[in-house]
């Protein structure tokens, strides 16, 4: 049963998912998006550092518990390729870094359509580059990235694979947007149980975001489909009401194909982005699941060193 703070959540995100809003100009669904981020994570918002020598692409979130400096998780955070900061979704990731005891560095990435295709996934690989170069140990680190954010830290890891970079100890998806054609069946049949997401808006981002510079699927852009085969272990969280399940669930069989660790946590009710609302239950719940997975991976690695 869900709880009555997410019943409400539910009742009134659906009000905002009008056509209306999504014929809006790109500028005003970017601010009222970033508007909804900034209400929902006020209370979890964390203050944020420069990494020296990083070229102001990475951040510190503070931490709020004790934390294993020598753990560290990389975070990619969302917004449909066109909006988002590390400052709306440093409270998402700064309270997992506290579940897991572990810094936290926020990515900085450009943003569609002032910097369409590839221009996002550029940064991330270049933060992912800048990371290691501080001394952060490959096998104390931990690459999370939610929708967008998922899909540009898969595609990152990919690429520093292909070029024989050393890839972190794990990889944690929250409702990763990996598949930008939109080829999911849940697309079809979770199109009105999703309250924050529709087809439309989403292939009108999609359309911004690659600026006719790649097809939508396209493996570079939509990882879906792209090699996975030698990625480090990897879970992925979706709600089961996501529009975008099918991109989940898809990816997970794709890299239990090629070889890789993967397990998929199936979110009963949920929506997409549904985990950074603080204030849910389900939220605390399912970001509780996912610094269990971290946590497990850094000491996976821990006891392999000490074998």
């Not at 997409?272 to 991976?297: I, K, T």
Request: hydrophobic share 45%; net charge neutral.
């Amino acid at each position: 049963m869900t709880s009555a703070a997410f019943n409400l959540v539910v009742r009134t995100l659906a009000i905002a998912r009008s056509d209306a809003v999504l014929q809006q100009p790109l500028s005003a669904l970017r601010a009222g998006l970033d508007a909804k981020l900034r209400r929902l994570t006020r209370a979890r918002r964390r203050t944020l550092s420069a990494l020296s020598g990083c070229e102001e692409r990475l951040f510190w979130a503070e931490p709020r518990a004790a934390i294993d400096s020598s753990r560290v998780i990389l975070f990619v955070h969302g917004g449909a390729f066109c909006a988002g900061s590390v400052e709306l979704y440093s409270g998402l990731a700064g309270a997992l870094g506290d579940l897991a005891r572990a810094r936290v560095a926020m990515a900085v990435y450009r943003l569609a359509p002032e910097h369409p295709f590839p221009a996002a996934l550029e940064d991330i690989e270049r933060a992912y580059t800048l990371l290691l170069a501080t001394g952060v140990a490959p096998e104390r680190l931990v690459v999370v990235g939610d929708s967008a954010g998922g899909g540009l830290a898969l595609s990152a890891l990919i690429r520093a694979k292909a070029r024989g970079a050393r890839l972190p100890a794990g990889l944690a998806l929250l409702s990763p947007w990996v598949d930008l054609s939109l080829s999911g069946q849940s697309v079809t049949t979770n199109a009105q149980r999703d309250p924050v997401v529709r087809a439309a808006g989403l292939q009108r981002l999609a359309r911004t975001y690659l600026a006719e510079r790649a097809p939508c699927d396209d493996p570079s852009a939509s990882p879906l489909f792209a090699d996975l085969s030698g990625l480090p272990p990897c879970l992925v969280q979706v709600g089961r009401n996501e529009l975008l399940r099918s991109d989940s669930t898809e990816l997970v069989e794709a890299l239990l194909r090629q070889g890789v660790n993967a397990s998929l946590d199936l979110r009963e009710d949920m929506f997409h982005g549904f985990y950074v609302m603080d204030e849910l239950p389900e939220a605390q719940q399912a970001l509780a699941h996912v610094s269990r997975f971290v946590n497990e991976r850094f000491g996976a690695f821990y006891v392999t060193s000490q074998a």
